[in-house]
Antibody, heavy 125, light 107 residues
Framework: QVQLVESGGGVVQPGRSLRLSCAAS????????MHWVRQAPGKGLEWVAL????????YYADSVKGRFTISRDNSKNTLYLQMNSLRPEDTAVYYC??????????????????WGQGTTVTVSS | DIQMTQSPSSLSASVGDRVTITCRAS??????LNWYQQKPGKAPKLLIY???SLQSGVPSRFSGSGSGTDFTLTISSLQPEDSATYYC?????????FGQGTKLEIK
């Protein structure tokens, strides 16, 4: 079945780095833009980053721009988020999500229709 | 960046009630507006895309409307399983943004 599984979360000290992975299965991963969305404890959803289906375009929220890098390996059906210079305010559950539209935009009007279960990142000394 | 503002932040309603949640964008986003439902400890679930299109498998009591800057999510007859937090999201800009969420409780 269609599935996204995140991994790589954990506890890390401020200023350190962490790389998250998201393994996709059950659909044509290479045809869909992918996103990272995070949720701090007790807070709402925050969109973090987006990569186009072929990896040629990448976009970031202002809060992570210059520190986080989104990438993908379509041969491995895997999405990544490299997080550098981590701050306590980066503490959150990180979700990967697939765009609903096949090779359309983004942006597009179709939303994110497949989500992983999330992986927890805690930035603390 | 496009800012999304939802109202109310929380509400309480009874089973069978008609419930409406609103979302306003800081600039026109055409119909590039999506709605999600999130239950505690779970990933969000897409309910409505393109402002008014029902995602496959979502009950027909959920509906969306609006265009430009003002949008609504309506639950026509509230059910106990609808207790959740609801988020709007714009996908008009490549910097996607969510509203702050509306927590819906069942009386």
């Amino acid at each position: 079945q269609v599935q996204l599984v995140e991994s790589g979360g954990g506890v890390v000290q401020p200023g350190r780095s962490l790389r998250l992975s998201c393994a996709a299965s059950g659909f044509t991963f290479s045809g869909y833009a992918m996103h990272w969305v995070r949720q701090a404890p007790g807070k709402g959803l925050e969109w973090v980053a987006l990569i186009s289906f072929d990896g040629s375009n990448k976009y970031y929220a202002d809060s992570v721009k210059g520190r986080f890098t989104i990438s993908r390996d379509n041969s491995k059906n895997t999405l990544y988020l490299q997080m550098n210079s981590l701050r306590p305010e980066d503490t959150a559950v990180y979700y990967c999500a697939s765009d609903k539209a096949f090779k359309v935009g983004p942006p597009n009007e179709y939303g994110l229709d497949v989500w992983g279960q999330g992986t927890t990142v805690t930035v603390s000394s | 960046d496009i800012q999304m503002t939802q109202s109310p932040s929380s509400l309480s309603a009874s089973v069978g009630d008609r419930v409406t949640i609103t979302c306003r964008a800081s600039q026109s986003i055409s119909s590039y507006l999506n709605w999600y439902q999130q239950k505690p400890g779970k990933a969000p679930k897409l309910l409505i895309y393109a402002a008014s299109s029902l995602q496959s498998g979502v009950p027909s009591r959920f509906s969306g409307s609006g265009s430009g800057t003002d949008f609504t999510l309506t639950i026509s007859s509230l059910q106990p399983e609808d207790s959740a937090t609801y988020y709007c999201q714009q996908s008009y800009s490549t910097l996607y943004t969510f509203g702050q969420g509306t927590k819906l409780e069942i009386k």
